[in-house]
């Protein structure tokens, strides 16, 4: 089973608007990790949060993390038609050697 | 830089036939991963390596399934006989050993008729 499940399943949105997607996940884990896919192609690393930190900045993402409710955020600001894709969580489970389990996905739209 | 090359890119192939899914992975990295993508379960992990050695294939489906890694740069993932219930993307990932991040490869689309 999937230990992150993302919300929204799907987002569209108008070009230059913010992009907010959401992960829970189940088990106590090393970190959190973002991953975008674009149609056809492999998995992209974005960005990593680790399970001591809240929040994260990497260009026009953030990251938050809150390890009480198992959940965190992605955060894509000023949008662009180039960030049409699905964006997956993946968390790194304590002792897990490092095996990542990654969330059901949500696919991104952004309208030009 | 090369990233991680898999092949073939797509496979078209009959039921019962053998399928072999090529990976070589980025120089220097260590860690091998292999998974596979299907809209109803998702991306799932098969089966991983550490310097060549299989550590987890918990998560392969069937004895149909075997993967290999001869050396530090070729693994293989093969499917004997395959099943139309096989036909998914299948990608390759490595990552240096005990680094977090993974480097996926562009994936393998096999249809299996």
């Known amino acids: 089973s999937q230990q992150g499940e993302e919300d929204p399943q799907a987002l569209s949105i108008q070009e230059g608007e913010n992009a907010t997607m959401n992960c829970s996940y189940k088990?106590?884990?090393?970190?959190l990790q973002w991953y975008r896919q674009n149609s056809g192609r492999g998995l992209v690393h974005l960005i990593l949060?680790?399970?001591?930190?809240r929040e994260k900045h990497s260009g026009r993402l953030r990251v938050t993390l809150d390890t009480s409710k198992k959940s965190s955020s992605l955060l894509i600001t000023a949008s662009r038609a180039a960030d049409t894709a699905s964006y997956f969580c993946?968390?790194?489970?304590?002792?897990?050697?490092?095996?990542?389990?990654f969330g059901s996905g949500t696919q991104l739209t952004v309208l030009p | 830089d090369a990233g991680v090359i898999q092949s073939p890119r797509h496979e078209v192939t009959e039921m019962g036939q053998e399928v072999t899914l090529r990976c070589k992975p980025i120089?220097?990295?260590?860690?091998l991963f292999w998974y596979r993508q299907t809209m109803m379960r998702g991306l799932e992990l098969l089966i991983y390596?550490?310097?060549?050695?299989?550590?987890?294939d918990s998560g392969m489906p069937e004895d149909r399934f075997s993967a290999k890694m001869p050396n530090a740069s070729f693994s293989t993932l093969k499917i004997q006989p395959s099943e139309p219930r096989d036909s998914a993307v299948y990608f390759c990932?490595?990552?240096?050993?005990?680094?977090?991040?993974?480097?996926f490869g562009p994936g393998t689309r096999l249809t299996v008729l």
């Open positions: 990932a490595s990552s240096v050993q005990g680094a977090d991040t993974q480097y």
């Open positions: 088990t106590s884990i090393n970190n």
């Open positions: 949060i680790r399970s001591n930190e």
């Open positions: 993946a968390t790194d489970a304590t002792g897990s050697a490092r095996q990542l389990t």
């Open positions: 120089s220097g990295h260590n860690s």
């Open positions: 390596f550490n310097n060549n050695v299989p550590i987890d």
